[in-house]
């Protein structure tokens, strides 16, 4: 007998039927990020990446246009199983023209090959207006700046990114997720914490004033507890956005390296559900503080999986990756990531929920913690290998020198 078929039979046996669960798997879409490729540089020579981000390490082969990057994505996509996204940042735009327009002046038609190369592969986008890494951002405040000329500047960036996204969702008959995070925020000790929040109040809701059709782009807007720059304080906080998203009908995006190092986002999707439609993730692993490592399959990724899966929340939670490792075949960084965030929601659709709530329920937490550790050595590999054969991508252990080969005739020509 195949591995495959013991499995599905041993899952029988605790009252999970694993065909039911690769169906639901494959509906689940991850939104995989542009910027992994490129060390976050996108295409505008822009200098130095700032903004309190930073990535380190020097792996030869960083995709330096949008080809390149399309072609590292075409090939991650052939070591990842299941359906994809891809996110997209506004620095991403590949104007045809001489002029290089201003980022207040990005149109959808900036961004056409991507939208093109996404059309050919029946993918959706999702999109992140940018403001880091230029002039009008180097005081380290945008949409909270005192400075008017500064809050407009960025206001417009918002409303063409909207309106970009709009285009998107239209023509890929796929909503795109806009997400807004801004670097705001001080290295020291801020005098007045409430009148950059007040400022973002204001330009959130201008930015959003504007009417944009819901069925082809929806906002999310994600919080940071701190950046390098603006370790005491950041604008977008948490409890801002939670009063802002949830005040304005918009979702909150959760980035899993932005609170306290042992705080994790699992816990808060619970709460957040019950008072919100929708909700976006940034799945990411900080190691120390906001590092950006590439996501692993560790307890805190197992959580957020669970949160998602236990709660039925597969339409409503949308998963998308954020981080930039420059140390390691960035590619292999794409697939490591991705490959363990649905390998998580595997794991977590192959656990018994119905009998763990039952157990929760009648006060039998002994069988309750029996049962979880049951769960750790269950052949759950057996099932992601069949998952990624019928997706006809490569099991664990067979990808790898697939990485190699390419780093081999594609990578190492980019010189
Ligand atoms: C920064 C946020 C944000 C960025 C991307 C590039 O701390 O996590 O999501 O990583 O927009
Ligand atoms: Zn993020």
Not at 35 to 62: I, K, M, S, Y
Not at 162 to 175: D, P, Q, S, T, V
Request: charged content about 25%.
């Amino acid at each position: 007998m195949n591995c495959y078929k013991m499995a599905n039979t041993r899952f029988q046996e605790i009252g999970v039927d694993t065909e039911k669960v690769l169906a639901r798997l494959d509906k689940i879409a991850l939104s995989l990020h542009c910027w992994q490729g490129d060390d976050v540089a996108g295409f505008e020579n822009a200098g130095a990446l700032d903004g309190g981000l930073a990535v380190t390490g020097n792996h030869p082969g960083r995709a330096r246009n949008g080809n390149e990057l399309r072609a590292d994505l075409d090939f991650a996509f052939t070591l990842i199983p299941g359906p994809k996204r891809v996110n997209l940042h506004a620095i991403y735009a590949e104007p045809s023209g001489k002029k290089k327009p201003g980022r207040d002046e990005l149109t959808a038609d900036d961004f056409a090959p991507f939208m093109d190369w996404a059309a050919d592969r029946r993918i959706g986008l999702d999109f992140n207006p940018t403001f880091f890494a230029h002039p009008m951002a180097a005081s380290g405040m945008t949409l909270s700046s005192p400075d008017k000329a500064v809050r407009k500047y960025w206001i417009r960036h918002g409303i063409a990114c909207r309106k970009i996204a709009e285009a998107f969702g239209k023509r890929l008959k796929n909503c795109c997720i806009t997400n807004f995070w801004i670097p705001d925020g001080y290295k020291d000790i801020a005098a007045d914490r409430m009148a950059p929040r007040k400022r973002l109040i204001e330009s959130l809701d201008e930015i959003f004033a504007e009417k944009i059709d819901q069925k082809c782009n929806r906002d999310s807007l994600e919080s940071k507890l701190f950046g390098i720059g603006s370790e005491s304080y950041v604008t977008g906080s948490h409890e801002f956005y939670m009063g802002y998203a949830l005040s304005r009908g918009k979702m909150i995006c959760l980035d899993s390296g932005h609170f306290h190092p042992t705080e994790s986002i699992a816990d808060k999707i619970s709460s957040l559900m019950l008072f919100s439609n929708e909700l976006m993730l940034h799945v990411s692993r900080g190691v120390r503080w906001d590092s950006d490592h590439a996501v692993i399959l560790n307890d805190e990724l197992r959580a957020i999986a669970e949160e998602v899966v236990r709660h039925q929340l597969d339409n409503k939670v949308h998963i998308g990756l954020d981080y930039f490792d420059g140390s390691i075949n960035r590619i292999a960084a794409w697939a490591i990531g991705a490959r363990a965030t649905r390998l998580a929601l595997l794991t977590a659709m192959l656990a018994p929920a119905k009998a763990l709530a039952e157990m929760e329920k009648k006060g039998d937490f002994t069988g309750r913690l029996v049962t979880m550790e049951t769960m750790k050595t269950m052949p759950v590999q057996a099932v992601w290998n069949e998952y990624c054969r019928r997706a006809g991508v490569p099991t664990d252990g067979e990808w790898l020198e697939m990485i190699r080969s390419y780093e081999k005739k594609t990578l190492a020509e980019r010189k």
